[in-house]
């Protein structure tokens, strides 16, 4: 598969800051690429380099075969969108969505079928001749996309594009990103620090800390294998529960409870006994009849429960440890209560204790 951009050791430094060290980072043609990571992980900062927007401070970048590291943001085949919209209040939309070809020189005839196109795919116009104080948020940034799109520009980046609407509307137009993506095919790099976002958009996520990338894999896989203890816990709402114990002779010992870690691949291939840390999604915890297909049980005592409507959030002590489990929007249940549940080992996460690594 050939690589739309290709970022080889790049570093960046603010002064005596490393805000980016020695990062390298494919990404196919066609591909949308989520960088996930919490407020200062350098994802901003990555996506800036990308653009232009930043001088780096060793490395290279390369769009489409070309290296574009000290390339103009204009000379390099990308479209910009931001949190913030960055519209000309002056200009209607069409003004706004034409600006940057007329500046370019290009026919007024092409400019103009490039502006309907646009417009049509984003559902923006009938807006075309208001000005955006005229536009509700999400129709702002539709036509912040637009202007990206009439560019016909070989890779979008997105700044949290959705940071600035409501709840519903962030919804909304999560949809119809993916929805364009699907139509356009182009490559795609977003950055958001909403794991939501992250999951229901990327081909593949890449998660930052620290100015590294930590995982860059499919969302299935970052959700259910984990690289280490800091992506097991950033991705999942409520997160994992942590028990750390021992392995022993292939079953997770904690205090004086056990749990086989049959159909654990790591266990079936090399057990060695050692310190490690189990996780255990709150939606993989067994409640109800199928707690019975389980070879053990485990009793928790119930501290709170949230009812959401389309699920119900449990919070426990499973012995003296605090354990979260996921149930049905249905389930009765009632702090102050026992309830018996299961733990399906082999969909659980063992990190090493020592590197937090994944076994
Ligand atoms: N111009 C600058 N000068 C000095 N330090 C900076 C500058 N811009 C960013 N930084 C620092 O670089 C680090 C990464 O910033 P960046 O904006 O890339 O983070 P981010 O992951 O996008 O976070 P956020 O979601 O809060 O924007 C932060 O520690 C930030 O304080």
């Known amino acids: 598969m050939s690589h739309s951009v290709e970022i080889k050791k790049l570093d960046l430094e603010f002064g005596p800051v490393k805000v980016l060290q020695n990062l390298d980072l494919n990404i196919n043609e066609g591909e949308f ?48 969108v931001f949190q913030s919209y960055a519209l000309y209040p002056q200009m209607t939309v069409r003004g706004n969505l034409s600006f940057g070809l007329k500046n370019a020189k290009v026919p ?29 948020g999400g129709q702002r940034q539709r036509v ?8 016909d520009v070989d890779v979008f980046l997105f700044d949290e594009p959705l940071s600035n609407l409501d709840a519903k509307l962030r919804v909304d137009l999560r949809v119809e990103l993916k929805r364009l993506h699907n139509q356009l095919q182009n490559t795609m790099i977003y950055v958001t620090h909403d794991q939501v976002e992250a999951m229901t958009l990327a081909d593949r996520i890449a998660i930052m800390k620290g100015g590294k990338i930590m995982q860059l894999s499919s969302p299935d896989e970052i959700y259910n ?54 996780g255990i999604r709150p939606e993989h915890v067994v409640t109800g009849e199928l707690v019975k297909n389980l070879p053990l049980q485990y009793q928790v005592d119930i501290d709170l429960v949230e009812p959401m409507g389309s699920d119900t959030l449990v919070y426990a002590k499973l012995g003296k440890h605090p354990f979260r489990i ?20 082999s969909r659980a996460s063992l990190f090493d204790k020592a590197t937090e690594d994944r076994l």
């Open 33 to 80: 690429l989520v960088l996930l990571g919490s407020s200062g992980c350098g994802k901003s900062t990555l996506l800036n380099c990308i653009a232009g927007l930043l001088e780096v401070t060793d490395g290279q970048i390369f769009i489409k075969g070309n290296n574009v590291t000290w390339a103009e943001p204009s000379e390099r085949g990308i479209g910009m």
């Open 225 to 278: 294998k984990p690289r280490n203890l800091y992506v097991a816990d950033f991705i999942g709402s409520p997160s994992m529960n942590f028990l750390e114990g021992h392995l022993e002779g292939g079953t997770f010992k904690v205090d004086d409870m056990v749990m086989p870690m049959d159909g654990y691949e790591f266990v079936e291939a090399q057990p060695s006994d050692r310190p490690v840390v189990i």
């Open 144 to 151: 912040a996309i637009g202007r990206a799109l009439v560019r």
């Open 326 to 345: 996921r149930m049905d929007g249905q389930a009765v249940v009632k702090a102050g209560q026992t309830l018996e549940i299961g733990i399906d080992t």
């Open 108 to 136: 007024k005839a092409e400019i103009d079928k490039r502006v309907a196109r646009a417009a049509e795919i984003l559902q923006i116009e009938p807006l075309l001749d208001r000005k955006p104080g005229a536009l509700s």
